[in-house]
């Protein structure tokens, strides 16, 4: 007997980590949530859109799967972008569904601590990101550092900045990062990790609060079985263990604190 199938349309994103390089990874990982998703009896979107996407349009009722940086997220969004769990990254040792973020410099550069970057040029993909700036906050001083720094539009962008001397140091999102070394490895090569950043919980995977608590239950079984069995074709390249369902109360760690340095 053919299962019947709630048809889901509106937009299906992966946009943290849809580089052009990497729309062929990104999107055999939503054909193993479509799979499952069928499962559950939901048809989710055929397609992906790889356009590169405002936060504002993650956030839209017509979303119905993304990604968002967990910060954003929980202090901003809840309201709009149900939780339904985790990216969990592999990169190397890191606990589950955590991740954290690589200080890059130049290659060739004289910066030995972070004590000499308090007055050094910082590149950062948005000014709320937890992972291009929000992680800095417990080590230094920030304000003054996104005065007088280079806003990017992303962590790529961050990377050629710091390489091409347009800045001196960047926070790097440690997937993005790893994601670089795989396709973009003259690009890394330019830079030096200088230090990391603590950990914190990853990126959320969401869907719109819009489309009730009936989906939602069905749409998180869906990520957490879909992701769950990648092949290796897959994460050679995009080094994802599949998603865990942290819950959303591990993310008050991101309730930053007004004018606070250290407000993770």
């Not at 048809?43 to 993304?66: G, K, N, T």
């Amino acid at each position: 007997m053919t299962k019947h199938l709630t048809t889901l349309s509106g937009l299906a994103l992966m946009p943290l980590y849809d580089w052009p390089e990497l729309h062929a990874y990104t999107d055999a990982l939503w054909a193993c949530i479509r799979e499952a998703a069928r499962e559950e009896g939901l048809d989710l979107p055929l397609s992906l859109d790889h356009r590169p996407q405002r936060l504002s349009a993650w956030m839209a009722d017509e979303v119905v799967f993304s990604q968002l940086c967990g910060s954003p997220w929980f202090r901003r969004h809840q309201h709009q972008a149900r939780y339904l769990a985790t990216s969990n990254f592999n990169l190397g040792e890191n606990a589950p569904g955590t991740y954290y973020s690589n200080i890059v410099v130049r290659s060739g550069a004289d910066w030995a601590s972070l004590e000499d970057l308090r007055a050094a040029k910082l590149a950062f993909n948005d000014d709320d990101s937890q992972s291009g700036v929000h992680c800095l906050r417990p080590l230094m001083a920030v304000e003054p550092l996104l005065a007088g720094g280079l806003e990017t539009g992303g962590h790529r962008f961050s990377m050629q900045a710091v390489a091409a001397g347009d800045a001196d140091f960047a926070a790097i999102d440690a997937f993005s990062y790893r994601l670089a070394e795989k396709v973009l490895p003259a690009l890394t090569a330019e830079l030096r990790i200088l230090t990391k950043t603590p950990p914190r919980p990853a990126p959320v995977l969401i869907t719109s609060q819009a489309l009730g608590k009936d989906v939602w239950v069905r749409m998180q079984r869906a990520v957490l079985t879909g992701l769950s069995a990648l092949p290796s074709s897959v994460t050679d390249t995009y080094p994802l263990r599949g998603a865990v369902d942290l819950g959303a109360a591990v993310y008050a760690v991101y309730d930053l604190v007004p004018g606070a340095v250290d407000g993770l």
